[in-house]
């Protein structure tokens, strides 16, 4: 088969995570098993466009498009939507001349902000989705600080239409695929399972090992430094671990990012927890490590920790079992499916650094219970997460996805598939016209404008708002008078709400209206 791949994500030059590091593997083995790959990746910020050759497989680097790069206003009020746009129809775009060329058998591409939006609504290639993380999810569990916003609300429609105009869906768990089917109204069953592939001759037990610290008392945790991480709880745990095992050391490999409360760094904030419990010494920061220098870090350390709040399948998890080493995990998200409790790993509950101290001391003082999980950790990968079998599952499901695609040609987007992109150039223009219209309409001139409206007619109560706006200004508002008037003012406004409210429309209104 002819297979794109269509990712944002892809190493070196944007490998930032999971996505990048699974696309990769898929890439590879779906190549040894004697497919032709070509992937569609972003290129990496402040580059061109190019080709790069990945072990015999292109890689087209592409740039965001100047779709609606002059709407000033879209970009002001939604510019996560607008980033989505861009990138996502420049993938589209180099997709759409490749496939033009020659055609593809399959394209499969992520969930995550709404890579496969315009494959999927064109239905011009048999079109697999792959979960990682939807932004509902992240709504629905403020992951990474996504708060409820018409911005992230609107990514998160876009990645939903996409993924039910998909031919198939899959997830490397079956945690996040109950979430996604609930979120999209279909049943689990409708979402094939497919774990995450690893390499299990480059993540191998045989090799060189980094010197970051004593030999069977180090502990490893990679993964950027954020809250959904779990780095804290790991921080939290330190003390305790370092009490019962003092020569015990702990090595953090990961970026830091700035997702500490105040939007402050997540590295300081560690720091300075350490410093206070005068562990500071037992840790050694170092930052993201190119993916083909991870093996020998994880051959170097005693025990590898992944508290992550929530996780898909973390490829860390999978990356040190691979490598024979004892992990830890917790039962947030779908690491308790890629390890066995007891037998290839150890489960704790979430957000629990007791449960994680106890769990790291364990592993640490008993040197015969480690070999024994280490052992079944590695065997696990071979029989269960090997690439080629993954590869081998994936290239089946594509093969699904052609039966469903030649069945089901109803497309969402009526025109040419070569028209998409500038009909969704003329849909933000006309967005972008919209939202310009009401900022104006509401503008400082208007609200003084109803404001002076208001107080010719309420009077009195715009004097008491006023007032309250000033003690409030005086830094008074928390006064038990102050925060009764204020309570009386909402009272008497929604009371002037409510009967507006009930005010029967105009006779030519009334008409429209019914």
């Known amino acids: 088969m002819r297979i794109c791949l269509i990712s944002r994500e892809y190493p070196p030059d944007t490998g930032f995570g999971g996505i990048a590091t699974f696309t990769r593997h898929l890439a590879q083995g779906l190549k040894s098993i004697g497919h032709d790959v070509v992937v569609v990746a972003l ?43 861009r990138t996502s129809s420049a993938l589209y775009a180099k997709f759409d001349e490749l496939n033009a060329i020659e055609s593809f058998d399959a394209v499969d591409t992520p969930e995550l902000l709404a890579e496969g939006f315009f494959p999927a609504i064109t239905k011009c290639t048999p079109l697999t989705i792959r979960l990682y993380t939807p932004h509902s999810k992240f709504i629905a569990e403020k992951l990474h600080n996504v708060t409820d916003t018409f911005d992230h609300q609107y990514v ?71 809250a959904r991480k779990g780095i804290h709880y790991l921080i939290d745990a330190i003390p305790e671990v370092v009490a019962a095992v003092p020569d015990a050391r702990f090595v953090i490999i990961g970026d830091d990012t700035a997702n500490a409360p105040g939007q402050k760094s997540v590295l300081t904030e ?17 930052n993201r490590i190119p993916l083909a220098d991870l093996p020998k870090h994880y051959r170097a350390a005693a025990v ?86 993954i590869a081998r599952k994936t290239a089946e499901l594509y093969k699904k996805a052609a039966l469903r695609f030649a069945e089901i040609q109803t497309s969402t987007y009526q025109g040419a598939p070569s028209d998409v992109l500038v009909d969704a150039d003329e849909f933000l223009y006309q967005h972008d016209r919209m939202i310009r219209d009401l900022i104006l309409d509401n503008s400082l001139r208007a609200y003084w404008r109803e404001t002076m409206r208001t107080a010719a007619a309420r009077p009195r109560l715009t004097l008491v708002r006023m007032a309250l706006a000033l003690l409030k200004a005086a830094g008074l508002g928390s006064l038990k008078f102050v925060r009764r008037l204020d309570l009386q003012v909402r009272e008497k406004e929604r009371e002037r709400l409510s009967l507006l409210s009930q005010r029967k429309p105009p006779a030519e209104q009334q008409k429209v209206i019914v």
Not at 52 to 69: E, K, S, T
Not at 270 to 286: H, N, P, Q, W
Request: aromatic share 6%; hydrophobic share 40%.
């Open 156 to 226: 998160a429609a876009v990645e939903r239409i996409a993924m039910l105009s998909a031919d198939v869906i899959t997830s490397p768990s079956l945690d996040l695929a109950q979430f996604v089917a609930g979120d999209l109204g279909i049943k689990v069953e409708d979402i094939d399972i497919v774990y995450n592939p690893i390499d299990a001759s480059e993540f191998s037990p045989d090799g060189e090992s980094a010197d970051i610290g004593p030999k069977g008392r180090t502990v490893l945790f990679v993964g950027r430094l954020e």
């Open 270 to 286: 560690i720091k300075e927890r350490l410093e206070k419990t005068g562990c500071s010494d037992a840790v050694t920061f170092i």
């Open 304 to 389: 590898c920790v992944v508290p992550s709040l929530y996780d898909n399948s973390p490829y860390t998890c999978l990356e040190a079992m691979s490598c024979g080493r004892a992990v830890i995990g917790t039962d947030g998200g779908g690491t308790k499916e890629y390890i066995v409790h007891g037998e290839s790993g150890l489960i704790v509950p979430v957000k629990n650094a007791g449960a994680l101290a106890s769990g790291i001391i364990k592993l640490l003082s008993d040197e015969k219970e480690r070999a024994r999980i280490e052992t079944n950790a590695r065997r696990r990968v071979l029989e269960v997460f090997d690439r080629a079998e």
């Open 43 to 85: 290129a990496k910020e402040g580059k061109d466009a190019e080709v790069q050759d990945d072990l015999g497989i292109p890689v087209y680097r592409v740039v965001p498009l100047p779709i609606g790069a002059d709407l000033g206003w879209t970009a002001f009020c939604m510019p996560y939507s607008r980033y989505v746009m």
